[in-house]
Nanobody, 126 residues
Framework: QVQLVESGGGLVQPGSSLRLSCEAS????????IGWFRQAPGKEREGVSA????????YYTEPLKGRFTISRDNAKNTVYLKMNNLKPEDTAVYYC???????????????????WGQGTQVTVSS
């Protein structure tokens, strides 16, 4: 199983941007679809975005489409989540996770993903 490590979170003001990174500390990310998820205090973990490993497919939870962009750089063994125009309701712990190698994916669902990182905190506040 691939081991994932997230980074890039922090405290930012509304309207700011952040880029989160999901790096494989062990193994290659190349065969794995990767999803980003988030969990706000007192709420269930929810899917944010996902990127395929077998085609150029990317998927976004509809309310976030247009503000968030997922990408992958297999040469750097990293998947990114660029978040623009951040809002206080984006405050959460953000996790990346890997699906089964070469799996066909759609909108990210928590139950489908196997290997999880430890999360990175994003706080949007003035």
């Amino acid at each position: 199983q691939v081991q994932l490590v997230e980074s890039g979170g922090g405290l930012v003001q509304p309207g700011s941007s952040l880029r989160l990174s999901c790096e494989a500390s062990e193994g290659s990310l190349d065969p794995y679809p990767i999803g980003w998820f988030r969990q706000a205090p007192g709420k269930e973990r929810e899917g944010v975005s996902a990127i395929s490993s077998i085609d150029v497919g990317t998927y976004y939870t509809e309310p976030l489409k247009g503000r968030f962009t997922i990408s992958r750089d297999n040469a750097k063994n990293t998947v990114y989540l660029k978040m623009n125009n951040l809002k206080p309701e984006d405050t959460a712990v953000y996790y990346c996770a890997a699906e089964a190698p070469r799996a066909r994916i759609g909108l990210p669902r928590v139950k489908d993903y196997k290997s999880w990182g430890q999360g990175t905190q994003v706080t949007v506040s003035s």
